[in-house]
């Protein structure tokens, strides 16, 4: 079982600055591909950004170039750095990884999410 824990939401003007964090903890052999995703009221769950175990990254063409994907493998940790925001950025943002729970077994889990505001 993986518990995934995100932080970093808030309220921010647009053009402002956020930087998401969100840290896998539990039973896993491995934390393979991370990634945000972001749910805005009405609209479906859409891909923000991913990262792949050896940081190759991909990014929907809304964000490219305003948000940075990173992550920490020692920590289990995914970042979000979020710039040039913009009310269209509005959303619940949530983690999610596929992790290697058994030798033969993989699964995704999802965070609980962490609301985004982008208003003046």
């Known amino acids: 079982q993986v518990q995934l824990v995100e932080s970093g939401g808030g309220l921010v003007q647009p053009e402002g600055s956020l930087r998401l964090s969100c840290a896998a903890s539990?039973?896993?052999?491995?934390?393979?591909?991370m990634g945000w995703y972001r749910q805005a009221p009405g609209k479906e769950r859409e891909l923000v950004a991913r990262?792949?175990?050896?940081?190759?990254?991909n990014y929907a063409a809304s964000v490219k170039g305003r948000f940075t994907i990173s992550r920490d493998n020692a920590k289990n940790t995914v970042y979000l750095q979020m710039t040039s925001l913009k009310p269209e950025d509005k959303a619940v943002y949530y983690c999610?990884?596929?992790?290697?729970?058994?030798?033969?077994?993989?699964?995704?889990?999802w965070g609980q999410g962490t609301q985004v505001t982008v208003s003046s």
């Open positions: 539990g039973s896993f052999f491995s934390i393979n591909a």
């Open positions: 990262i792949t175990s050896g940081c190759s990254s």
């Open positions: 999610n990884c596929n992790a290697r729970i058994t030798w033969s077994s993989y699964r995704y889990y």
